[in-house]
């Protein structure tokens, strides 16, 4: 799961002699590699950027466990049940080290929360496409998965440190639920001819949605190149998709299904494929709350904190009649 | 009513480890849910057999502007270091 539309908010790269001190030594400390702390001075576009990028991110692995929790009930056998539910939980303990971390930028979790369920602050694109069978939850672990790896390798040398030594934990189990949902894909594909159909669908529907995970092309990311000098951002958008498609293609041949591309070719040349990018008309659509399913995940989000808000309450007002009543005690 | 549920930093002893280690933080109403909590978040693949919770609020942290008069001094004293005795090769170990 990842941030995939960041607006950084400086006023584009500034040249050494542009900077003020701090900012000078800032810079210096980020390109001799050290890593920043919440106590350290930072420039303000820095601290508001990854706000955005880690609440965005964050915000995506709470989303990113309705399209799978969708299938809980109705996983095919108790085994897969108890993976899928293993994996859903793990996703919340993402969000949970995400918005720890994004915290220690001074921002609340309350916050961040709102500013997700009244549409200010975003989450990953790829949530807003349904998941329609079983294959898709095999495809989103292989795919979906796999596209947020791709994306958050390189992000565990991030320069600020919080957020990189989360990114440590969650690489660690997300490479487990890629392998959960290619094993999946491998069961059908293997299966009956209905099974095999029915993998091949999900792979239909997923791959260009995955593509777009990596965020829009390189010439239209704007905000890249301050991200990438503050070392935010590792590698350019289109950098990663190349990666993954390159890494993806030989599985998908390996489980005989067909990547829906007919412009996918080996290019020698390049040592990579050559492929079609995605619809980005859509991608800015999804983006903007137009997707399949934005207004029902937007929904579930904001009926979930509404609905709970009597359990918050009460758990809190519990608190503080056993503390008061320790502190008459003592 | 509405308040946002404190903070809490979460510290672990691994299995066999020796000391506990900062791992994490989340929020929880108090000091209890905030242990369960912790044990299901941060403990879900035997990662640890102890934990500490604290409120974040209770923690006072060295500012990095002081890391020069904090720890700056320490540099001058090779004194305190154990080689900077010459203990005699006769003598032997020591």
């Known amino acids: ?330 | 009513m509405k308040t946002e549920w404190p903070l809490w930093e979460i510290f672990i002893r691994g299995q066999h480890g020796l000391s506990h280690r900062h791992v994490g933080s989340l929020h929880a109403p108090d000091a209890e849910m905030a242990i369960k909590n912790a044990r299901d978040v941060y403990t879900r693949r035997n990662e640890g057999v102890s934990i500490w919770v604290v409120e974040a609020a209770a923690i006072t942290a060295s500012s990095p502007s002081d890391k020069g008069p904090m720890y700056e001094p320490s540099e001058s004293k090779v004194y305190r270091h154990p080689s900077f005795y010459d203990i005699p090769d006769d003598v032997g170990a020591m």
């Open chain 1, 1 to 330: 799961m990842y941030a995939q539309m960041v607006k950084s908010t400086g006023t584009g790269l500034k040249s050494a002699d542009e900077m003020s001190a701090e900012e000078r030594a800032f810079q210096a400390r980020i390109d001799a590699g050290e890593k920043i702390e919440p106590k350290d001075w930072m420039p303000e576009g820095y601290r508001k950027t990854l706000i955005r990028q880690i609440g965005q991110h964050a915000h995506s692995e709470i989303v990113g466990q309705l399209p799978e929790g969708n299938w809980i009930t109705r996983a095919p056998t108790l085994e897969r049940k108890a993976i899928l539910l293993a994996k859903v939980q793990d996703e919340a303990g993402h969000g949970l080290y995400l918005y720890c971390a994004a915290e220690t930028l001074g921002v609340s979790r309350d916050e961040m929360t709102e500013m997700l369920l009244d549409g200010r602050m975003k989450y990953s694109s790829i949530f807003n496409y349904p998941t329609l069978t079983w294959a898709d939850m095999g495809a989103v672990g292989w795919l979906v998965d796999g596209a947020a790896i791709m994306n958050q390798v390189p992000l565990q040398r991030t320069s600020f440190g919080p957020y990189s030594r989360a990114m440590i934990r969650v690489c660690k189990e997300e490479s487990f639920h890629q392998r959960q949902g290619f094993d999946i894909m491998m069961k059908m594909a293997q299966g009956n001819a209905q099974q095999k159909a029915m993998a091949q669908d999900a792979l239909n529907r997923f791959w260009y949605p995955a593509l777009m995970m990596f965020g829009p092309s390189d010439k239209d990311s704007v905000h890249s190149a301050q991200s990438m000098a503050w070392k935010i951002k590792m590698n350019t958008n289109d950098e990663l998709r190349q990666k993954f498609v390159d890494q993806t293609v030989p599985q998908a041949e390996y489980l005989g299904l067909t990547v829906p591309d007919e412009n996918l070719k080996w290019n020698e040349e390049k040592g990579g494929y050559d492929f079609s990018e995605p619809d980005w008309e859509e991608f800015f659509e999804v983006i903007k709350g137009n997707g399949p399913c934005n207004t029902d995940r937007l929904a579930a989000r904001n009926k979930a904190w509404d609905d709970g808000a009597w359990v918050r309450e009460g758990m809190m007002a519990h608190a503080e009649k056993k503390r008061a009543r320790k502190m008459a005690a003592e």
